[in-house]
Structure formats: C-alpha cells, structure tokens
C-alpha cells in the first residue's frame, strides 16, 4: 500500500498539516504536497477512469506530463475541471472530485466498455456509427454527446479575478532547472536584462531530487547559491509557478502564472497571463521519462521510475512496501536506491539490456543486495485497482513466464525524452538521437527571426544533455550565446564542474517482451487517458493510416489532455515498426502551444463583465447624454441616433434634425470614423494596393473617396483618404471598421509584404471630429475666426491645418450630406470645448446636432452608400455603380483578379438603383422583390431586395436605395416588394440620387 514515510520529504513542512475532501471523503495532508502525493500519502490509489474503456487509473507520473489523474477542483464560483493532481499544490479545506465515471469511482458501470475492448479498437466509430443510418439521431448521437468530454462544465459566474502583464528583456530562460539556472547566471554577467521562469514551485528542477555534486558540493548548495545570487542581481527577474507557454515569431512568448491557486485565501488575481518580448529565448524544459509498453501497465500502482522516486525524496510517499524496477537504462537504478534508502523493499530490478559488463549503477545495486534480472522483461502486471504482483519473462521471447513475483508498485522507465514542444513551437526542427532513442532539437535549424537568425537556444536535458555535468555546460553555452545574441559581449567566466556516475548506454525498447502477441499486445497501453493500446496503432496501420498524422487521428493517440508528452514517441516507434520503417522516416506530430491547458479566465484577464467589451465614448458623450441624446450601438461606441426633445417622438426628432441639415446649421459628432495613419517610403504603394482607386498620385493637401475591397473581391470599407506629406497618409474608415481595418493593413503588411517600408497606427481616439454641415456651415466658421474656409483658399476634396477660434484644427472640405460640410479633427482632450464653441457661434445661426439617423437619410437623399446597408459580404464595387473608382491604370489591387471571375462579371448580378413607392409610403427596409417563376426548389423567384429606406422629410415621401436584377436598364419600370404585414408594395426604379443631382448644394 501507498503511505507517508517516516523520513524523507524535503519539501514538506511536516509540522503544519493541511486538510482536504476527494470524493467527499475527508483526507489530510501536509503543507508542500501536491494533492498526488497527498492522495499517495492516504493509500488513494484509483483517482479516475480513462476516457473510452472507463478502466481504473492511478498517477502514473509527478508532473505535468500526469495523463491520469485529473480532477473537478474546488466548489461553484471557484470549479474548475481537468485539473491535474500531480501539479496542484495542496491547500486547506481543497475540495477534488475524481471524473468520468458513474455512479462511483470505485464502481463505474462504464467498465463495461473494457469488457467489450474486442468489438471497441481504434476507429470503431468511423465504421459503426454510419450504419444503419436511421439510429444516428436517436441512438448514437445522443451517446455519444452524453460520452462526450472530461469533467464537467462550470455554472455558477467565476468569483476570481485575472489580469495580463507585458514583459521586455534581452534574454528569456524558460526552465529552472540546472541548466536554465546557470543560462540566466551567465548571461546575467554580461549586463542582459534576464527574465527566469520556472513552471513548479521549486527551483532546481531533479536534480536534488537524483543526486550528484557540482565544484565539489551537493547539488541542492548550488542551487541555492545561485538562486541567491540570481535574486540580488538587479537585472534579472525571476518567477516561478509561471510557465512558458508558447513561442511565437519576433521572441513573443506566452507566460502562464498561478498566482493564487496554491494559496486561495490571499487577495488579488487568482492567474497572470504574460505576454514576453525577448530578444533571445533559452529553452531549459527538462526531459520527460517514457513510459515501457507492456501488459497492464496502466494498472493504479504502475508508475514512471522518476516519479517513484519524486515522491519518496520530495514527499516521503511510497507508492508501494514492495517495488518492481523495471528500466532499460540506468537512471532507473536511482529510484531503487531512493527505495532503499527510505526502507523499503525493492524485490528485483528487471532490466531488458544485456551487457557484458556491470555499470556503476548495477554494481552498486548488488551492493545493496538488489536482485538485478538483465535480459529480462515483464509480461503483464497482475491486478486491476492496484498492482499485485508482476509475470517476468525473457525480453527476447513472446511472453512465456519464468517467474511471478507480488509487489504492490511497479517503478518503469523506457529513457527520456527532451521537452522540445517550446522550440518546435516556432519551426524549430528535430533530430533523431540514435544513442539516447529520443528526438532532440537540430541545431543548426533553429527557429529564426526575421534577420534570418536564431532567436531560441536549447539547453540542458531540452537540448538532450541528460548527464548533470553536460546539462550543466550546455546552460553555461546557451547563455553565453543568448546573451550574445541580444547584444551583449560574453565574459569568459568558468563553468561549474559536476560529477556524476557513468551510465551505460541505454537500449530502445519499445515493446515488452519484443515478440509478444496479440493477447498482451491489446493489453500494452500507449495512451493512458484515451485508452490507445499498441495493437490499435498496429491496426491503424494495417488499415492504412500511415502517416503519423493520419494514425494519430484514427486511434486519438497523443489527442488527450496531456497531449501524448508520455505517449508519442512510444507511438511512433510502434507505427513505425509496423511500418518497417525507422523513427526519424515516420516523423513527429506537430507541437503546438499552449503546453500545458490555461484557464479560459487567465485567457480572458480582466475583459469579463463591462470590461469585457468596453463602451467606446466620444469625448463629447456627456453633453450628448445631458441634451436628450437617444443611444444607438455603432460597433463598440455609443453615437446618437437623434437628439430628443421635451414631448417629441424619436421620428419627429429625426425629421426635424434632417430638415435642419439642409436648411440651417447641423452638427454631427464623426470621432467615431477610423483614423489610421499610413506612413512611410512604400506607403502610397501600399495603399494602392489595398485601395481599388490610385491613392499614391494623390497630392499633399488633397482628399480622395477609395474603395477597400477583400482578396475575394468584395467590398468591405470606404473612407476618405487624406494625404498629409510624401510618405504619410490619413485613411478614413467607417465606424466600425477601424479595428478591423487596421487589422486588415498588418496583416497584409506582416504575411506578404513584409519588407516593404510602412508603419500603420490607429489613432482613431487620439482626435474629436466633429462635421460642420449645411448652408451656413462656412458663415460659422468664420464667426470662429482664425484662418481662411471660403471656397477659393480650401476646396471641396482638400484638407488644411490651422487655427479657428483659437483651437488648432485640421480641417477636411468633405462631404456625406451633400450639403456645405466641414469635418473638423481637434485633439480629444479639446474636443468638448470645440463643440461648445460651434455651439455658441452658431446659436444665431440656427445650429442643431443631428444623429446617426439623420446622417442616413441625408446620405440616402444623395444616393451615397453604406457600408453595411449597402454591402453584405457579396458586393462588389461594380454592383453598385461605383467603376469610377476603380482604377484602370493600376496592374493588381487586392480584390482585382477576383472580381475578374466569371462570377463576378456575370450581367445577371443584382445592381443599385434609388426605389421611389407610388403611394409615396416608405418601403420595408430588407423587402424582397418578386420576379416570374419558381426556382429550383419550389420557392419564387427574386429579382431585388431594398437595402436602405427611410422616409424624406426634404422631399416629403418615402425613398429606397436597393440592389435589383439588371436595375440600371429598367429606369421607371414598376416591381412588387411583399411586406411582412401582408401588403404589397408597388415601387418604381429610379435614379439612386434623390437630392441635388448635380451636387451645387455642397460645392459652394
């Protein structure tokens, strides 16, 4: 049985003991246990069920490679599912509740899955669940949904708080470890600004935990040497609990930090989300021990040698009084010595190598009067909740038993491979390690910036230095290097000399026994958590699924949780025999980040509630709000729809406001409309291509309306574009558009025209805009005084900087009404004083602010498009009249060879037109239009449909801008558009300008 040693557990606190639940049962623990070594320390062996065939599981592993045991934690407000034993710190009052199973862990009735595991291998429900088909719907799916996931989903709102935190620095080491300790110290002397991040609580990473001396001394004096020397040199920052999570392009990592979970009691964020910009990224993730493929090695009591031996020096916890070592290298010696040395017993180490001379390590094993069985292997694990004995047979043979020996843990350990996820995240590239039966990152093909340089070193174990003495060096190298790389000269300081004893070579194992059949072969577990056995990638095989990918897909291997850190090489291996194929040849699935999970609210940080999509506010909001302004949502902002008076509907606003525009003096509040800056030597380039019209000819001073359309030819903005200098522009966009937009540029600036010489920024908030429009719009301005608006010194299409009333202004002669418009850019913080001023000199003057919708109609009553309305995703600027834009001398532009199609040139597209009813009612905004005939399906045919309608108080009837079959060649042709009320409304296909067809109203 599992228990507390009397000694050992150096990372425990024995005299503060810490209560906890699992299951509801009530368990205690001490402080510095993870809750795996806790539930050990109670003899909890079984801590869930596997995914497909509900079979028993126990911790197999101490850290985050953990494929077993994953719990519910904690209590509504605070739940959380899939959290894993082995890297959750215990605290007082945790509550854990196992999964998948029903109704008990120790009685689940979906065991019966195990019992069927014949009529159950890999892919069975690619070839079941189709026939017959009738019972998909009413049989397997329901199934398979109530089958679906692990743990269960959170109800009640989180009560935790997260935030995000950006990070520079030159050198960023990843692992605290040996190697990742002394890759921060020498790289710190160089005068680097260093970041260390370390996932555990603990610095050191095994090696206090395996042993060894460095300059002479135990290795834990060196780690606590220079984690204090590390922590009184100004330039580095060190954290732990905090993972490095991804690596991205340009030396962006993704930092995960557990705040509070060890400690829930505290105040504060629960979680920090980092975002890291390094110049130099050093890897030192450590290694991970494999697992040995045999039968009933997921049996609870089967664990990885490393972890045995983790829990017995770190935790005082035995897994078992009697222990199997089973190992086909040297490093697996430790645990039994470990065991030893707390007391217990170590029946027999089997090893499956024959060598023709002791090691160090199995001499000083018989020294101890451990029975040492080479060439041998074993052929199942007897037992079914927890080990109770092993079958040992000949390596070399199919499985016949020599001999059965009772144990109550089995200690495993097929070699280790490099953590090399964090490199690979950025297209790093491996290499096959013959010696050592591992793939480990391939030097020479690192992932590189945009210099074409290296910006991640490997380190340590991660770079497949196992030894204490080469893992320490490779972190001094990597360092060194780093350090270098950022900018810095290296010093030629000493490395630290370790000793260790020599290991003889390991040997690849990757089945017990090799020659074992079928009965034991569906008995040998790959993946513990979705149930993959080494027959089913064998089928998979057999079956044709020979790609890694392919396989990986068919039998789920390496798609649980953990993400196959214990299973994949196992699985390539034995994809790869079966294949006869070697290793390297079969390749690797892709590593993609995170690591390990990260809490949807870590993701989130503090965007959750009003934060979470923040109201957007002009700085003229307040004074909007305090004079009747009638709120509608435009994106993130809030814009007025109209402005409404005391007794006065919304529409009799609206009416009034627009009537105003055109008569009087209206005001708008524009701050909303995107701002980007383009600037830089290939900006009018740049915009050429994105724009459908030729910006790059356009001339300081001036303003030019463009089209943006996607790759597919669709539009997707217009806006005015100003241009400021040579190499700066000012791009207009609509309001909801902005982020988007801006969005748009840096990805097309990141991905395909990298090198080109342009800086975009959004400074959307930085400047109030306000429009200044109607017929005394130019007679307000100069009553502001301070620089000349009349139409000789700034006409329509250009902009200028000046002063008006003492504010300094950048004024743009554009127009959306088709009235004389002004739009007026100030800084924000000026804006309200600004609007004031309007105010007051345009009190005699018949000032009025108008909304959103007032806007609308004064553009409609123009036949001016909008976005939105006009478009939806599957127009093209040709649908809408606007091939005056559209520039014939530019070779390409984004959208150009899509709107080339046969498609999109089709003369049966739909096409804008103004509708006019003949009752003078207004049209049913979104109405279709009736055509002869069915289509295929039995419906009516449509030939039109209304995109914008309002009713015109200039013009005191109802007028429609739609998109209608052949619409421009049916001028005064008379369709019908159904109503939902049941009417049918008759309209006539007008010319899409209402108002001022000439346009003298705005250029005057």
């Not at 894993?84 to 509740?97: I, K, M, N, P, Y």
């Not at 269960?152 to 997260?162: E, F, G, L, N, S």
């Not at 190499?727 to 540029?745: K, Q």
């Not at 421009?968 to 159904?978: A, N, S, T």
């Amino acid at each position: 049985m599992s228990t507390r040693l009397v000694k050992g557990g150096r990372l425990l606190n024995r005299q503060k003991a810490m209560n906890f639940t699992f299951n509801g049962k009530q368990l205690r623990g001490c402080e510095g246990d993870t809750l795996a070594s806790a539930l050990l320390a109670n003899d909890q062996m079984l801590v869930g069920r596997s995914f497909k065939y509900h079979r028993p599981r126990g911790v197999v592993a101490s850290g985050a490679e953990e494929p077993n045991g994953l719990v519910n934690l904690g209590a509504e407000g605070k739940f959380e599912p899939n959290q894993r034993v082995t890297t959750t710190e215990l605290f007082e009052g945790l509550s854990a509740q196992s999964q998948n199973h029903w109704p008990s862990l120790e009685f689940d009735v979906g065991a019966i899955n195990s019992r069927l595991s014949r009529f159950l291998p890999a892919g069975f429900y690619y070839k079941m669940f189709i026939h017959p088909r009738p019972l998909w719907k009413h049989v397997y799916e329901p199934i398979i949904r109530h089958s679906a996931g692990l743990g269960r989903a959170p109800k009640a709102r989180d009560v935790d708080t997260y935030e995000h935190y950006h990070f520079f620095c030159d050198v960023m080491v990843i692992g605290g470890g040996v190697a990742g300790l002394q890759a921060a110290k020498a790289a710190a002397q160089t005068g680097a600004k260093v970041f260390l991040v370390e996932q555990s609580a603990h610095w050191g990473g095994r090696a206090p935990v395996d042993g060894g001396s460095i300059d002479g001394a135990p290795v834990e004096n060196f780690v606590e040497q220079t984690v204090a020397e590390l922590q009184s040199m100004p330039n580095v920052t060190m954290r732990n609990r905090l993972m490095g999570a991804g690596v991205y392009d340009h030396g962006y990592v993704l930092g995960y930090e557990q705040l509070r979970d060890h400690c829930p009691e505290k105040p504060g964020p629960r979680q920090r989300l980092w975002r890291i910009r390094a110049r130099h990224i050093v890897t030192a993730t450590g290694a991970i021990e494999r697992p040995l493929s045999f039968a009933g090695n997921d049996i609870p009591g089967v664990l990885l040698a490393s972890a045995v031996r983790d829990y017995v020096v770190n935790y005082g916890v035995s897994a078992g009084d009697r222990t199997v070592v089973v190992t086909n290298n040297d490093d697996a010696y430790l645990t039994a010595f470990s065991l030893k040395d707390a007391g217990l017993s170590v029946p027999v180490i089997i090893d499956a190598r024959v060598q023709a001379v002791d090691s160090p390590v199995m001499e000083q094993a018989k020294a101890l009067g451990i029975r040492v069985m080479m060439g041998h292997a074993i052929a199942s694990v007897k037992g079914s909740k927890r080990v109770t004995g092993v079958a040992i047979c000949s390596q070399a043979g199919a499985g016949a038993v020599l001999e059965e020996i009772a144990c109550d843990a089995v200690a495993m350990s097929g070699g280790w491979s490099p953590v090399v996820h964090l490199w690979s995240h950025c297209g790093g590239k491996l290499v096959w390690d013959v010696a050592q039966a591992h793939f480990r990152p391939d030097v020479d093909k690192a992932p590189t910036g945009a210099d074409g340089q290296p910006f991640v070193t490997a380190a340590g174990a991660a770079n497949g230095s196992l030894l204490l003495g080469d893992a320490l060096g490779d972190g001094d190298q990597a360092g060194k290097l780093a350090a270098s790389a950022a900018g810095y000269k290296i010093k030629q300081t000493a490395c630290p000399v370790a000793e260790s004893l020599e290991e003889a070579p390991m040997s690849p194992v990757w089945l017990m026994p090799q020659g074992a059949g079928i009965e034991l072969r569906s008995k040998a577990w790959l993946d513990y958590q979705n149930d993959v056995k080494v027959s089913d990638v064998q089928l998979a095989a057999q079956e044709g699924f020979e790609s890694v990918e392919h396989a990986k897909r068919y039998t789920t291997l390496g798609m649980a949780t953990d993400q196959g850190k214990l299973s994949n090489i196992n699985g390539l291996a034995t994809l790869a025999g079966s294949l006869n194929t070697t290793i390297p040849q079969v390749g690797t699935t892709t590593f993609r980040p995170p690591y390990t999970p990260i809490s949807m609210g870590a993701i989130a940080g503090e965007a959750r509630g009003e934060v979470f999509q923040p109201l957007r506010r002009t700085p003229m909001h307040d004074w909007h709000d305090a004079n009747g302004a009638h709120w509608e949502p435009v994106g993130h902002w809030r814009r007025p729809y109209c402005y409404q008076r005391a007794g006065e509907s919304v529409n009799d606003a609206v009416m009034r406001e627009t009537k105003n525009a055109r008569e009087n003096l209206g005001l708008l509040d524009a701050s909303t409309l995107g701002k980007l800056i383009v600037k830089g030597p290939d900006a009018g380039k740049f915009l050429d291509m994105l724009y459908t019209n030729m910006m790059s000819t356009l001339k300081p001073g001036k303003c030019r309306y463009g089209l943006m359309c996607s790759e597919n030819g669709f539009l997707i903005d217009d806006g005015v574009v100003a241009r400021i200098d040579e190499d700066t522009f000012l791009c207009h966009t609509t309001t909801g558009g902005a982020e988007r937009i801006h969005g748009h540029m840096e990805e097309w600036l990141q991905t395909e025209w990298w090198d080109w010489q342009v800086y975009v920024a959004n400074v959307t908030e930085q400047y109030a805009q306000v429009a200044v429009v109607g017929p005394n719009a130019r007679k307000a301005l100069e009553k502001l005084g301070g620089m000349d608006v009349s139409k000789e010194a700034l006409g329509f299409m250009e902009w200028a900087d000046g002063e008006l009333g003492g504010f300094k202004v950048r004024v743009y002669r554009i127009s959306f009404s088709g009235e004389l418009s002004y739009e007026i850019a100030v800084d924000a913080g000026q804006g309200q004083a600004f609007w004031d001023a309007l105010m007051v000199v345009g009190h005699d003057l018949g000032v009025m602010p108008y909304g959103t919708e007032a806007l609308h109609i004064l553009r409609a009553e123009k036949g001016f498009i909008m976005i939105g309305d006009e478009t939806d995703g599957t127009v093209i600027p040709q649908d809408l009249g606007l091939h005056w834009a559209i520039s014939k001398k530019k070779e390409d532009f984004l959208g150009k060879r899509a709107q080339e199609r046969s498609h999109m040139a089709d003369p049966e597209r739909w096409k804008l037109v103004g509708l006019e009813t003949l009752s003078g009612s207004v049209l049913p905004d979104g109405a279709y239009a009736l055509g002869d005939g069915e289509n295929a399906n039995g419906q009516k045919n449509m030939i039109g449909r209304v995109t914008s309608s309002y009713y015109s108080p200039n013009l005191e009837k109802g007028i429609a801008m739609g998109l209608v079959l052949h619409g421009p060649d049916r001028m005064g042709e008379v369709i019908e558009f159904p109503g939902t009320n049941g009417a049918t409304y008759k309209a006539r296909i007008v010319d899409p300008v209402f108002y001022d067809k000439e346009g003298e109203k705005g250029n005057v």
